[in-house]
């Protein structure tokens, strides 16, 4: 399980990465993903997930994932997108 601690991103207790804003970080510093309250996009700007009723939609793999499961997956106090950000990003 990934868990989210203050900003940092935890997984096994090791650090894999971290917010600042809407925006999230791998370990090393580099910009992975911007989310907003309901899409997650590349750091080119693509939209890769987004958020409809009680659904994430992953637009890579063309899948969707209810958000209470997702939620299951990463522990801590941010927001649905984040949280989806995270999973593809880091997960």
Do not use: P, W
């Not at 399980?1 to 203050?6: C, K, P």
């Not at 106090?77 to 949280?83: E, G, K, L, N, Q």
Request: include cysteine; charge should be neutral; aromatic fraction near 8%.
């Amino acid at each position: 399980m990934i868990q989210v601690i203050n900003n940092d991103i935890k997984r096994d207790g090791i650090k894999i990465g971290y917010i600042d804003g809407d925006h999230l970080f791998d370990h090393n510093g580099k910009k992975l993903a911007y989310f907003s309250s309901t899409e997650v996009l590349d750091e080119s700007g693509k939209r890769i997930a987004h958020i409809e009723g009680e659904y994430v939609y992953f637009s890579k793999s063309n899948t969707k994932t209810r958000i209470e499961d997702n939620n299951k997956l990463v522990a801590g106090i941010v927001s649905d997108s984040c949280r989806a950000a995270i999973r593809l990003m880091l997960g």
